[in-house]
């Protein structure tokens, strides 16, 4: 039986839930020239229902995010054909000490619990960590690869 491609429109809070047990995505910025900016990041979504990346200030995503705030993630399953969504959304860089709560927070929602949290902020502020969250706008289907229906 060959595998059907989907294509599921979802509302907010089904994305979410789709969401939260994914963490592999491609984050998408824009670079000074226009064109995109790939990096292969691990997500989150906090409380909120923001998407969480912890990162880097020097990093191109940061860069480009602090310039460009519009950004696009493709959330993928960990399975290589399972299904993904693309988001799109506006981005904020938080940086050390007042990104310390939110990197906590990615932390939680991406490996659950810290054996030493005093240990996490310790590393988070000697790592000069920063946190890019994205405040979704709006969101594609669902999707699954596969052939199109009406070869089924």
């Given at each position: 039986?060959?595998?059907?491609?989907?294509?599921?429109?979802?509302?907010?809070?089904?994305?979410?839930?789709?969401?939260?047990?994914?963490?592999?995505?491609?984050?998408?910025?824009?670079?000074?020239?226009?064109?995109?900016?790939?990096?292969?990041?691990?997500?989150?979504?906090?409380?909120?229902?923001?998407?969480?990346?912890?990162?880097?200030?020097?990093?191109?995503?940061?860069?480009?995010?602090?310039?460009?705030?519009?950004?696009?993630?493709?959330?993928?399953?960990?399975?290589?054909?399972?299904?993904?969504?693309?988001?799109?959304?506006?981005?904020?860089?938080?940086?050390?000490?007042?990104?310390?709560?939110?990197?906590?927070?990615?932390?939680?929602?991406?490996?659950?619990?810290?054996?030493?949290?005093?240990?996490?902020?310790?590393?988070?502020?000697?790592?000069?960590?920063?946190?890019?969250?994205?405040?979704?706008?709006?969101?594609?289907?669902?999707?699954?690869?596969?052939?199109?229906p009406r070869l089924a």
């Open positions: 039986m060959p595998r059907i491609a989907a294509a599921d429109r979802v509302d907010q809070q089904a994305l979410l839930e789709f969401l939260r047990s994914r963490h592999r995505c491609l984050l998408v910025t824009t670079r000074a020239d226009g064109r995109p900016q790939m990096s292969p990041v691990t997500c989150g979504v906090d409380t909120e229902g923001r998407i969480v990346v912890s990162t880097y200030p020097e990093r191109a995503k940061t860069r480009n995010v602090r310039r460009d705030p519009r950004v696009s993630l493709c959330v993928l399953s960990d399975e290589w054909d399972g299904p993904y969504v693309q988001v799109d959304g506006r981005a904020e860089v938080l940086d050390m000490p007042e990104a310390l709560d939110g990197l906590v927070e990615y932390f939680r929602c991406v490996s659950g619990e810290h054996p030493d949290w005093d240990e996490y902020g310790e590393a988070m502020a000697r790592q000069n960590k920063s946190l890019v969250r994205v405040h979704i706008e709006r969101w594609g289907p669902i999707s699954t690869g596969g052939f199109p």
